[in-house]
């Protein structure tokens, strides 16, 4: 409990760390459940994906949001492209190991998630397993896992903030040479 | 919908959050002066607005309506209308010009934005943008485009675009409501009454688009028809509902202040209270001070209290003899013990961050200066410093083994070495103090010390006189000789003249000592120091002083070794080194590697430049008045690095805490070793960020340098910012690699 509440009120103080759902990526429907998972980046990319959860009753669609969700991923066909190493901060979820999902991952507190690591492009599965009213409903939804986007495509408008820097500088130069 | 998990649904995106709190902060600094020179222009109820405009901005981004906008087209509505009935007039009615000019810091406006605002072309562009004749038609068509089907289908399913659309609405809707609300100091450039058919205009063009939406038979946008349904709305009934909130509170925005006009346009004219004398802009700014830590209600009395610098001690060298014992007598491995958790990342992440915000705050608060005064309590040394030692190579030769020891012995991964660095490091402390008068360990020792030096060049705060004439006629100099009651700055600095951060502790002792209260805790432009190049107290020109120029060269070139040391192609290089000559030979090869890339090539890069920008003659000088200034790119990798493993261990020292507790009996439960990182997406951004500030800034300080050479600016400026871009690339290759979080348990 205590860990807990370090936690929540670490992520209070540091509230860019929440993610957001992402887009749908996929529907299931089971045992008077449906659980929509969430994903991004779309198209699914090797790395860490942010993956969330909405799970409604059906059929009134009333959200659940106090069901017991844990979520992992398996590849299940031969990698298309060169692994990906993680950032060491979702490098504990490891292929196969089922994380808890919670509703800290995202911004919409009708989800629930959690970062799963994708570790290599090609044929993946996300299994969700929801614990709601004594019964267990696993949903597997399969993925098409992309190789990774070089950094440089990712992060462009940032490196372009130095030569813009430079160029707004000389372009001031110029305004005082002129003006004086 | 569960009302609770809508009501929490708040995002505190840190773009807008921090951008937003960052604007107001800087309209309030400008406000509050104002206010007090012209209260009749600048009154609570401005403030009030500007603040709402600014809330309702951040309502839209941030809150609720944001989490749930690509679920329900209603709710994206409301969105939108926050970014372009709501916020615009809002923050206009604040006449946020004047007042976000006077709140920004006087060298940037006066440096950076005031070129461009005195630029007549741009001064041109400014009046056309807010023209009617342009800033209502644009308007509308940004309202149009943004609904078109196959944009706002973009916009929701990228959230690059979204954000990108945000910015088009609120952009083009403060340049529409300009004309409207017209702020001061600008003037208009049509008739009043030309507003009036300029509203109805922007209403029937809304006003025919939200009719669309509302009778449309079909579903616009695909997203809104796959996307759960929480609500009973149909897609279709939503799509409905959000043309009638565009519509109704829609038409009003617009017809409200039609009204408003046309009511004051055919309204008898009343006699107007003539003006205040100072009624232009260039007449209401009053002068002002810098800013002073040190007299901030609340913080400046507590800094100033006698003791708040030895509490500050206290607590740190408490908390560095927990981290000893932990690592003497706790468990072996480094992320269960707080040796191993605490030093490495927490401690160095914040006392970066505090140079960065602040100062040199760590040496305030060091620890080894509790043993210090120890040592001299028990030895009583009053000999003086040896001549021969009275420069900084011998604490450059220390920085670079500091930084070697690291690597070598693998420090992060001992809780027992490293609890033995810090027991010989208050040994130190303590002998050569006892030893010697005044402050010799810290000013020509402490390796810890020069690294808070270099980096505290580029700090916003300095010790430092507010009234350079109340010294003038000063005879005691309290400042550097001491009195009965508080002793004068140990380190030499003689404050009247002294300049920047280097070889300050910001021990306060001058703060204390100065009968006159003369001496504060100022905002300085970063780095300007670092350009002018005067000859301060105790420190001299740093053209005539190598030594500090090689401290320079090995705190930045560390910034970018000790980083490369932690990705994945150098300890794959590394582990193939190993295997294929020993672990022995490989950690003496890998040694002299360091070597080289800390000392010797930043030795010799420093003297090629400084011989090429000197065409052969005083290359020595150039060189050493060059170097300080790519402080600010090694303080850029650092703060990038450590930041680094700072967020992403944050977690880390509360299971070892919850061990220790256990251990001694005061908690009970057990620790979580799976402790998650802190996962943060915008991380490596953050990185780049702190990376091209230090390059930004380093790249200024050298030209603000070479111009002090008119003939030659660019042969002397080119070959420095050459091997600036030759760092920051590397750097920007670095934070691009995943990087081992060592010393946890978060290894890839």
Not at chain 1, 96 to 107: D, F, N, Q, Y
Not at chain 2, 73 to 102: C, D
Not at chain 2, 550 to 562: D, K, R, S
């Amino acid at each position: 409990m205590r860990l807990r509440a370090a936690v929540f009120l670490m992520l209070a103080v540091a509230p860019g760390l929440f993610a957001d759902g992402g887009l749908p990526v996929g529907q299931v429907e089971e045992d008077g459940l449906r659980v929509t998972l969430f994903a991004a980046p779309v198209p699914v990319r090797a790395g860490p994906l942010d993956a969330s959860v909405l799970i409604q009753e059906m059929p009134s669609n009333r959200p659940v949001t106090d069901a017991e969700v844990r979520m992992s991923v398996r590849q299940v066909g031969i990698s298309t492209g060169r692994p990906v190493r993680m950032p060491s901060w979702c490098s504990s979820v490891a292929s196969g190991t089922a994380v808890p999902a919670t509703a800290a991952h995202s911004a919409n507190k009708l989800l629930v998630g959690a970062y799963l690591a994708l570790s290599e492009p090609g044929r993946w599965e996300v299994t969700v397993e929801v614990g709601y009213r004594g019964g267990v409903t696993r949903a597997v939804f399969p993925l098409n896992v992309a190789p990774p986007p070089a950094p440089l495509v990712t992060w462009w408008p940032l490196l372009a903030m130095v030569p813009l820097g430079v160029a707004l500088y000389a372009w001031r130069a110029r305004i005082l040479r002129r003006s004086t | 919908m569960t009302p609770e998990a809508v009501l929490f649904s708040w995002s505190f995106d840190p773009v807008p959050t921090v951008g937003l709190a960052v604007t107001a902060l800087i309209y309030w600094l400008g406000w509050r002066r104002l206010h007090r020179q012209v209260r009749t222009r600048f009154p609570v109820e401005r403030l009030f607005s500007f603040l709402a405009g600014i809330g309702a901005v951040f309502v839209a981004l941030v809150s609720p309506l944001d989490a749930f906008a690509s679920w329900l087209l209603i709710v994206h509505m409301v969105q939108h209308l926050l970014l372009t009935m709501v916020a615009p007039p809002l923050i206009l009615l604040g006449y946020p010009m004047l007042p976000m000019l006077l709140g920004l810091p006087r060298w940037l406006v006066r440096d950076g934005v005031g070129p461009f605002l005195s630029y007549p072309p741009l001064h041109r562009l400014g009046r056309f943008l807010v023209h009617p004749f342009f800033a209502g038609p644009l308007f509308m068509v940004s309202n149009l485009v943004w609904h078109a089907p196959g944009l706002y289908e973009l916009a929701l399913r990228s959230p690059g675009w979204h954000r990108f659309e945000h910015v088009c609405f609120l952009g083009t809707a403060i340049l529409f409501w300009w004309p409207v609300i017209q702020p001061w100091p600008s003037r208009p450039a049509l008739p009043r009454w030309v507003m009036i058919p300029y509203l109805l205009a922007a209403d029937l063009q809304n006003t025919a688009l939200a009719a669309f939406l509302s009778f449309f038979d079909g579903v616009l946008y695909p997203t809104y028809e796959a996307a759960p349904r929480i609500s009973d709305l149909s897609a279709l009934e939503d799509q409905a509902g959000a043309g009638a909130v565009m519509w109704v509170p829609g038409s009003m925005a617009f017809l409200i202040p039609v009204a408003v006009i046309a009511i004051t346009y055919l309204s008898p004219k009343r006699r107007r209270r003539p003006p205040e004398p100072s009624a232009g802009p260039r007449d209401v700014v009053p002068p002002r001070r810098a800013f002073d830590l040190l007299r901030v209600p609340v913080i400046g009395a507590v800094m100033r209290w006698k003791y708040f610098r030895r509490s500050l001690q206290a607590v740190m060298f408490a908390l560095a003899a927990v981290v000893v014992l932990d690592g003497l007598f706790g468990p072996q491995v480094s992320a269960m013990n707080l040796a191993g958790v605490l030093p490495w990342t927490h401690w160095r992440g914040l006392t970066v961050l505090a140079l960065l915000v602040a100062g040199n705050f760590f040496c305030m608060a060091c620890p080894f200066t509790l043993a210090r005064d120890l040592g001299r309590k028990i030895f009583r040394g009053n000999r003086r410093w040896p001549r021969a030692l009275r420069s900084k190579w011998l604490a450059v030769g220390l920085l670079a083994g500091f930084f070697w020891a690291y690597e070598f012995f693998d420090l992060w991964e001992s809780p027992w070495w490293t609890a033995w660095v810090i027991t010989i490091y208050f040994a130190a402390a303590v002998v050569i103090d006892g030893i010697f008068q005044k402050a010799g360990f810290c000013k020509y020792v402490c390796p810890i010390g020069q690294f808070h030096f270099v980096s505290s060049l580029v700090s916003p705060l300095e010790v430092r006189v507010r009234e350079p004439e109340a010294c003038a006629s000063c005879r005691t100099h309290d400042c550097i000789r001491g009195n009965e009651s508080q002793r004068g700055c140990e380190l030499d600095l003689f404050q009247p003249r002294k300049s920047g951060n280097m070889d300050c502790t910001f021990c306060l002792d001058c703060v204390q000592a100065c009968p006159k209260d003369n001496v504060g805790l100022l905002a300085v432009p970063p780095g300007r120091d670092v350009i002018a190049d005067p000859r301060r107290s105790s420190v001299g020109h740093f053209a005539g002083r190598p030594d500090i120029a090689a401290m320079v060269l090995v705190f930045v070139f560390a910034a970018f070794a000790n980083a490369a040391g932690m990705v994945a192609p150098v300890r794959e290089g590394e582990e193939a080194l190993r295997q294929a000559i020993g672990p022995a030979a490989a950690g003496w090869v890998w040694s002299g590697v360091f070597v080289l890339a800390v000392a010797v090539l930043p030795l010799l890069l420093a003297l090629v430049c400084g011989w090429l920008s000197s065409e052969g003659k005083n290359v020595l000088v150039m060189a050493a008045g060059f170097a300080p200034g790519l402080a600010p790119l090694g303080f850029g990798m650092w703060i990038a690095h450590f930041s680094f493993h700072f967020f992403t261990g944050l977690l880390t020292p509360w299971p070892v805490v919850q061990r220790i507790a256990r251990e001694i009996g005061f908690g009970a439960a057990a620790p979580d070793w799976n402790m998650p990182g802190i996962a943060f997406a915008g991380l490596t951004g953050l990185q780049i960020l702190f990376l091209n500030a230090g390059m930004l800034y380093t790249l200024w300080v050298l030209w603000r340098k070479a111009s002090a050479f008119p003939a030659r600016r660019f042969p002397v400026f080119l070959p420095w910012a050459a091997l600036a871009t030759l760092l920051y690339l590397a750097g920007i290759w670095l934070i691009f690699l995943p990087m081992d979080m060592r010393g946890t348990l978060m290894m890839p």
